[in-house]
Structures are given as structure tokens and as C-alpha cells.
């Protein structure tokens, strides 16, 4: 597991990265042709193509001299796995909440 | 796929033992580990931190913020985090509601607002394109995103 400092998230929360993400899905693209769909430099595009290639959500391939980007569902899975976190987190969140309820009960009566 | 959470727990007791478990400082720091470190408010506008275990891409930290209380109805915070101090990535809203059913409650949990997923998540399910590059093991994620409400018990 590499260690970056972007969360799936924070690739996600950039404009400009959710619009190289959502041009991929309609077709594989090298670097050269994404740089052009944009009005940011170069460098700039490149450096958000590494953001999402690090936190797994684009593949680069050697197509040649080409270097082709495609979609990669990993990142995907990434927040789906945040959330699942998060969702477990809540789920325990409110069984506690029972039992100490339930432990309440058994002494006295409470909620008065 | 998942783009929220929202579960479901009943409670037989009386919305106002409920509620108070939901908003006394004493009784939560009793059983939920967001108010173990700080007193809790239930006033709009209290702010507070709890820190979780870490985890990639997050320091643990949960920076909190009350933004609704409706006595007896709904409790919301926001609840942040990111990676570091100051970067935060995580810009979700916790919300409680509480309906009375069956001689209990019904507390309703949701986790909403996953920044980055409004956009692009919602364009990618629209966009036909998707099933093309994704396995389908993905598709039947997305599929499932209509069964996305969990009744827990």
C-alpha cells in the first residue's frame, strides 16, 4: 500500500480532476490529448493525473511513445471503503447506546 | 454503490429518555466515543473535536459542529476531517431523527454530503460510458445503490 498525501477524497474534491475522470469514462486518452481538453498548463494536468493515478483511481499504460490513461476502480473502492467504515462506526454507535440502555434498566428506571 | 449512510435502530423507550441520552454531556460521554473528550452542548453553533483511530488518509480527528437541534425531533452536526490540521477533505453532515413508533423510537442515523461525491459520483452513474470500464463486480455495487437504507434490527 503506498502512502500519498491525497485521500481518495481530496482527489475527488478538485474541479479539474473530476473533469479528467469523467472524460476517461468516455474513452482511454494519453496525457498529450487531456492536457489539450484544458486551459491549465501542462505540468498542471500532469500533476493532477499523478494525484489520481496515486490515490488508484486512473492506470497509465506505455501505448508506444504514448502514455494512455484509463479508469481504474480502485479509487472507487476507496471511498466506498471510508464509508463502510464509517458505517460500521455508526452501527456500533448506536448498539451502544442499547445496551447502555438496557444496562439502565436492569438498575432502575430511568428517564425521568 | 454507496454514496450515504442511513441506518435505522428502535429503541423501546421514551423519546425523552432518547433525547436525552442524544444531548445530556453526561449520559453521552457514557456511551459514544465523539463525546468522550468534551462536554457536549446541544446549541447550535458548539464546536467540538474527537479523535478516532487514524486511518489512510485521515489524521482521526473529527472536527464537529452542532448545526440543528429540534427538541425531541433531530439533532445535526457536521462532522470534518482530512488527512492533516487544516486540509479537510471530509465535509459530512451527521443528522439523528427521532420518530416515535410501536410504544419506542425509531432513531434514524444518516451520514451525508461525502464531498467529492456529489459531483462526481452522480456524473459517473449517469454516464452510460460507465459499464464499459468497470468489472462487474462495480455494477452490481451500483446496482445496489436503491438498497442503500440498512435496518439494522
Not at chain 2, 487544516?86 to 410501536?102: A, F, H, I, Q, R
Not at chain 2, 452513474?125 to 468497470?134: C, H, L, N, Q, R
Request: glycine residues 8%; charged residues 30%.
Amino acid at each position: 500500500m503506498t502512502h500519498t498525501q491525497y485521500d481518495s477524497f481530496l482527489a475527488l474534491a478538485d474541479k479539474n480532476r473530476r473533469e479528467i475522470l469523467m472524460l476517461l469514462t468516455k474513452e482511454k486518452s494519453s496525457i498529450n490529448t487531456l492536457a489539450d481538453a484544458f486551459e491549465i498548463s501542462r505540468p498542471a494536468v500532469s500533476k493532477h493525473i499523478k494525484v489520481l493515478v496515486d490515490t488508484g483511481f486512473i492506470n497509465i499504460e506505455e501505448r508506444g511513445r504514448e502514455r494512455l490513461c484509463s479508469l481504474n476502480a480502485k479509487g472507487f473502492e476507496e471511498v466506498q471503503s471510508w464509508i463502510g467504515h464509517f458505517e460500521k462506526y455508526w452501527t456500533q454507535h448506536l448498539s451502544s447506546l442499547d445496551e447502555l440502555l438496557k444496562k439502565g434498566e436492569k438498575k432502575s428506571e430511568h428517564g425521568k | 454503490m454507496k454514496k450515504e449512510i442511513h441506518l435505522k435502530w428502535f429503541y423501546p423507550h421514551s423519546i425523552d429518555t432518547i433525547w436525552e441520552y442524544l444531548t445530556d454531556a453526561d449520559l453521552l460521554k457514557q456511551w459514544s466515543t465523539i463525546h468522550r473528550d468534551e462536554p457536549f452542548q446541544a446549541e447550535p453553533g458548539f464546536q467540538w473535536t474527537s479523535t478516532q483511530k487514524a486511518r489512510r488518509g485521515w489524521d482521526g480527528i473529527m472536527y464537529l459542529e452542532v448545526l440543528e437541534v429540534v427538541p425531541k425531533e433531530k439533532l445535526a452536526y457536521a462532522l470534518k476531517g482530512g488527512p492533516r490540521p487544516g486540509e479537510l477533505s471530509l465535509d459530512t453532515v451527521v443528522t439523528y431523527k427521532l420518530v416515535e413508533k410501536n410504544g419506542g423510537v425509531e432513531l434514524q442515523l444518516s451520514h451525508t454530503g461525502f464531498q467529492g461525491l456529489k459531483g462526481a459520483f452522480t456524473a459517473f452513474i449517469m454516464e452510460k460510458g460507465w459499464g464499459k470500464f468497470f468489472s462487474k463486480r462495480l455494477m452490481k455495487a451500483l446496482n445496489e445503490i436503491q438498497h442503500d437504507t440498512h435496518t439494522v434490527r
